[in-house]
Every structure is written in C-alpha cells, then in structure tokens.
C-alpha cells in the first residue's frame, strides 16, 4: 500500500508517520530527512538544496525527484511506503505516478489551523545526533534541552524559526494546497482532523487503514 501523508508543516505528518511505520511495517520517506542527511553529509545535491531550505522554500522537483525514485526502488518499498512531505507540489504527484508500482493508494491529509501550526513549529526541537523529534507542550522531553533516547543536546530546527515558519505556510497555502483538490477528486482521500493529541489522530488514521487494507486485501483475493 502507498500512503501519502498530506498536510501543511507542523500538522504531525512525521510522527503520524513513524507510528504508521511501527505498526504496519512499511517504510517512512520522508524527503524532508532525505535532503537535511544530504545537508548534514555535504553532498552535491545537499549542497544544491541548502538555501531553498533554509529561506523555507521548496527545493527543485529535479532534485527531489532524482532522490524519491532512488529510494523507491529499493528493496523494502515494494510491497508500500508511506510518503511524508512528498508530493509536494502537483508536478511531483504526476511524476510520482509515472515512477510508483500500482499499488493501491490511501492519501492521508492531516488538517489543522495556521495558529495551531505556528504554535507546534515554534515549540519543536529535534535531537542533534538521532533526530527524535520533541514538542515542548505536546511531547515534552523528560529533561529540558537533553534528548531522552540518546541524551544528546536538542536543537530547534533552522526553518523553525519564526519568520521561516511564515514563509514556509506561505508556499504550503500557494504549492501544497492545490494538491487537495486533486486528491480529492480521487476515491481514496481522507481528511484527518490533527488538532487533538498523537494518540487520538492515530486512532483515525487506523480506522481509515484498517478499512482500505481490508478493501485491497479483498479486491487482490478476486484477482
Ligand atoms: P519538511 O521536513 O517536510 O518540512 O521539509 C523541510 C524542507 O525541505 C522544506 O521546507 C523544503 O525546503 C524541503 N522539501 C522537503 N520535501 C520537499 C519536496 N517534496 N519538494 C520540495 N522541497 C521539499
């Protein structure tokens, strides 16, 4: 199965991500970790991709997509993945349909309003050696400033800051939002309502899953 996690920054598409990984096995992508490791690791497309990220911009569907259709090829996405931050824009959703298998697809769109999500955004800090992710509200650490996995300092992420933060919704409301309307149009979209705790949006995403497994489960049997 492909699962598209939709949803503007800070709506919790990553960790939704992580917790549908855990459970149903598939691999999470997310091209937002896929190009800060290539940042962090100074390769030429991480070079390439550094000032858009840094001004909250999206970096070129060229460079995202030579990326994407490395990962998918391998291995463990051939029975699904979950995708987190891609497709970003509807070129990426058509290209992506030239690259993907025909697997059933289920596209997840984690809402919540602009006050919530620059609240989240300014209150996140990441772990500077493993990268767990911490809300100082929602998900606190159990020591401030110190990652509760690995002990590591936690760092706030450089587009969390708050004038990034706004440009950042400013190109979610102008290249993502048009994505709605067109996975809208297809069977397999599901609005998810993402302002309540981690656990309660959990539990919708895996009715909505359990549901469309089930459906594939039963149209692969009458092949
Ligand atoms: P995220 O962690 O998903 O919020 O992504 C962080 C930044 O990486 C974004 O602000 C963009 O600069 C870049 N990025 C992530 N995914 C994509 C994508 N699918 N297309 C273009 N840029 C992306």
Redesign the pocket.
Known sequence: MKIILLGP?GSGKGTQGDLIEQNYGFPKI????L?REAVQENTPLGKKAEA??NR????S?EI?MQMVEARLSREDCQKGYIL?????NIN?ALLLEDISSQQAEVVLDIRLSEKKLIERLSSRRICSQCGNIYNLFMKAPNRPDECDVCSAVLVQRQ?DMPEVIME?LRVYRQETEPLIAYYRKKANYHPIEGDKEIEPVFKDIQAVLEAELTKSNRSEAMR
């Open positions: 920054p997310s091209t937002g970790d190009l858009s990220m909250g911009d999206l970096v569907d995202v987190d931050g891609f497709p970003r990426q587009d950042r």
